[in-house]
């Protein structure tokens, strides 16, 4: 029985899914072989350091929470997406992948020592953002030993590749207490970037037939840089300007994923 692995897959326990394709049981696989297919999941994100960066010259500038060190993870969010690949032997593959996750969100209560030595004297505000969207493009390296588990083929995956993030307006809002008005709620700004992304997995592919394959698999993903820009607006105060943007340097994400894939030969 001729069987070739490869797609992409995610596994609550552990398994990445990129395709990789081998031979099952005693019987040499004919011919290389090329492979499509598509995948979705969810995407768990880390603790990330999205702060403000204060290396520019921006008149307004955020004033640094006493309680929070700016270390927030943005949720779990899905993703779909699809890839392509080529089976180069029983133990290597190949492969393209892209991916678009949304859904994530984030949000961080701040409060201020307006006097230090009074705890009477304090503010407190929150900042919030949604509209958060990642895409990745992949390429992947999938190896594979030549091993059949009850008609599981397992594999290892890394790959690189580059990622375009972007987000909406990130929302600064005032707490009030005793009915006292809100002084300001400011938005600043999203943006959108494009850096460098990694990726790098196991999972297991199980072939139904030389044609079709379904993988499950988990993954570790730096997606890169997600940012905001420099300009603000107050919709309480009316006020407009340049202002501290906020920037993560990496995006860490945990991917369970699952897939399915189409095995196929031009000769």
Not at 47 to 76: K, Q
Not at 223 to 251: C, Q, W
Request: aromatic share 16%; hydrophobic share 40%.
């Amino acid at each position: 029985m001729k069987l070739k692995a490869i797609s992409i897959a995610a596994l609550c326990v552990g398994f990445n899914s990129l395709a990789i394709a081998g031979a099952m049981g005693n019987v040499a696989p004919s011919a290389p072989k090329f492979y499509i297919g598509a995948e979705g999941g969810a995407s768990i994100s880390l603790s990330t350091h999205f702060a403000p960066d204060l290396g520019g010259r921006e008149p307004l500038r955020i004033i640094a929470p006493s309680n929070t060190d700016w270390n927030r993870d943005f949720g779990i969010g899905g993703f779909g997406g699809a890839f392509i690949g080529y089976q180069y032997n029983p133990n290597v593959a190949v492969q393209f992948t892209w991916d678009y996750r949304s859904g994530y969100d984030y949000f961080l209560h701040a409060s201020y020592a307006v006097i230090p030595t009074d705890p009477n004297f304090y503010l407190e505000d929150h900042f919030e953002a949604d509209d958060i969207d990642v895409q990745t493009f992949l390429f992947d390296l999938i190896l594979k030993p030549t091993v059949n588990w009850g008609g599981f083929v397992p594999y290892v995956k890394g790959g690189i590749g580059f990622a375009y993030n972007q987000m909406g307006n990130l929302r600064n809002v005032q707490h009030t207490f005793s009915g006292n008005t809100i002084t300001y709620d400011t938005r600043i700004h999203g943006d959108s970037a494009t850096s460098f992304a990694w990726d790098a997995g196991v999972g297991a592919d199980y072939f139904f037939n030389e044609k079709i394959s379904i993988g499950l698999g988990y993954r570790f993903v730096d997606a890169g840089t997600l940012r905001t820009e420099n300009s603000f607006f107050d919709v309480v105060s009316g006020d407009a300007g340049l202002i501290t943007p906020f920037e993560t340097k990496h995006l860490f994400l945990n991917e369970f994923v699952a897939s399915v894939a189409y095995h196929f030969d031009f000769a």
